[in-house]
């Protein structure tokens, strides 16, 4: 992640945008392969644990030490998923279109997309990624110190 400013200022928006009741109940959920990262809540930041330059930090530093799996690699772990969705037939809303959506970037050489907008309504994802070790040495501290004042 090359832009810190527009890693910024769309955090910044998102902050800006976003109700409450519409962030995670959680601050922070184990994800990724072997659990080598965390999505830590904006809730975070709302309530007054984690600064938004904190995390912001965090997050670039996480998304540029990251190792990215080859599109080869991802195109390979892509198809055994869809082989398990087709499994179960789930028969989700559009999924041929995305599937075939998904599979034109992988020819392209590339993998990375946003969020639907279905997902983001239901799911509402205001969090940003931390590789683990990250987390443990600079935000985990300040998350657990919640847990020594009164409020």
């Not at 830590?40 to 990215?68: G, P, Q, Y």
């Not at 690699?73 to 198809?79: E, G, N, Y």
């Not at 309504?121 to 600079?138: D, G, L, Q």
């Amino acid at each position: 992640m090359a832009d810190r400013e527009s890693a910024k200022a769309y955090l910044a928006e998102e902050l800006r945008t976003t109700s409450n009741e519409s962030l995670m109940a959680w601050y922070i959920e184990p994800c990724g392969p072997r659990g080598k990262h965390v999505r830590v809540s904006l809730k975070a930041i709302r309530d007054n644990l984690v600064t938004e330059d904190a995390l912001l930090e965090a997050f670039i530093r996480s998304a540029n030490t990251t190792k990215r799996p080859s599109v080869r690699s991802w195109q390979r772990r892509w198809h055994k998923i869809i082989g398990t969705i087709d499994q179960m037939n789930l028969s989700l809303p559009r999924y041929d279109e995305d599937k075939q959506f998904i599979d034109s970037l992988l020819t392209e050489g590339k993998y990375a997309i946003s969020h639907s907008p279905e997902y983001r309504e239901t799911y509402h994802p205001h969090y940003r990624i931390v590789e683990r070790k990250i987390y443990e040495r600079e935000l985990k501290p300040l998350l657990e110190s919640k847990d020594k004042h009164p409020y």
